[in-house]
């Protein structure tokens, strides 16, 4: 692992976070040039990656008429934990009273992060969730913006989130309760960052088993009281099995790989793709149309996330380190 004294991007940082879960990975050498082929790999492992991702959280949304979001997002939370835990085997390393405090914190923003995005799914499209989702590391990354460009990312992110807003009536406006829902994810979605920081001194592996361990005990009660003995019927735990790891351990996987290899700032450029890739997603295989406007509130909000990055300098501040122990 890089050392915590790197010079880091914040908002590359930012949205890299909830992939590696606060842990920063190693620079990657430029000491040779690999061939064509070879280079490639980590972009089409980037690639895939948010497209499994994408595809997992489709094929969720269809258990929605089985066991309801609660249910949909305790099992992908719960069996993720599983599969976590008997890959990295947290027990194996010493956790100190301080450490539990922050894997606690940890742990429940995630566990509201993934119920509320799930939530979110119930009533407005994949890709517009997404997008209002990244309203919240997008938020984090600009809260200390001091060049004037910066303020245009601002501008651009407020024009894609006032498309999306329920404040228009027809036939395409969102629903309020959706759009609460999305909004409150990307709120967790920051304090996730927040919290995952501060973990960062910890073994990746221990960290996310116990995190996602303490999500899916977070979550896993909505999940019994909404779908109750359907959540144990064979058929829907191999499904939810599926889901688990189509949309967090093959993309999670994939997207390490990536990161060893693809600088930091380009792999939060090609990260920023993520709602147009859901929405794409969300077109074929949920067949959710979505309108002009809504297609240009996503461009705006990729747009902004691009030029956070793109504008942002390698020794500028980094998100402020956490002032009281976790």
């Known amino acids: 692992m890089a050392n915590d004294t790197q010079e880091r991007v914040p908002f590359v940082e930012a949205k890299v976070a909830v992939r590696v879960y ?6 990657p050498s430029h000491s040779y040039r690999p061939s064509l082929p070879s280079a490639a790999l ?3 492992a980037l690639l895939g990656g948010m497209v499994s991702l994408a ?4 094929f969720a949304k269809q258990l929605f008429p089985v066991v309801g979001a609660e249910g949909t997002s305790a099992l992908r939370v719960g069996l993720s934990a599983l599969v976590l835990v008997a890959i990295w085997r947290p027990w194996r390393f010493a956790l100190g009273r301080a450490d539990a405090k922050g894997v606690l914190l940890y742990g429940l923003v995630l566990g509201l992060m993934n119920l509320c995005f799930y939530m979110s799914l119930r009533t407005i499209p994949l890709g517009l969730a997404i997008a209002i989702e990244f ?8 809260i200390h913006a001091r060049k004037p460009i910066h303020f245009v990312w601002i501008v651009c992110a407020v024009a894609g989130l006032g498309l999306l ?5 027809g036939l395409n406006a969102l629903d309020p309760v959706g759009v609460a829902f999305a909004a409150a994810a990307g709120l967790f979605w920051a304090l996730y960052i927040v919290f995952g920081k501060r973990l960062s001194h910890m073994h990746a592996g221990q960290s996310v088993a116990l995190g996602m361990s303490t999500a899916a005990v977070v979550i896993l009660p909505f999940g019994v009281v909404s779908a109750g003995a359907a959540l144990l019927a064979p058929s829907v735990l191999l499904i939810g099995l599926g889901v688990a790891l189509v949309s967090s351990a093959l993309p999670y996987s994939l997207e390490m790989i990536a990161l060893r290899h693809i600088p930091k700032r380009t792999f939060g450029v090609l ?3 993520e709602p147009a890739i859901g929405a794409v997603a969300g077109l074929f295989l949920l067949h959710e149309q979505l309108s002009g406007l809504q297609w240009l509130a996503i461009g705006f909000i990729v747009m902004a996330s691009v030029g956070a990055i ?14 009281v122990p976790a």
């Open 42 to 44: 980590p972009y089409l």
């Open 165 to 169: 807003l329920p404040i228009r009536r």
């Open 310 to 323: 793109l504008t942002t300098g390698q020794r500028e501040v980094t998100l402020a380190e956490p002032v």
């Open 55 to 58: 595809v997992g959280t489709s």
């Open 22 to 27: 606060g842990r920063e990975m190693p620079t």
């Open 271 to 273: 990260l920023s793709g």
């Open 135 to 142: 309203a919240g590391p997008l938020t984090l990354a600009l």
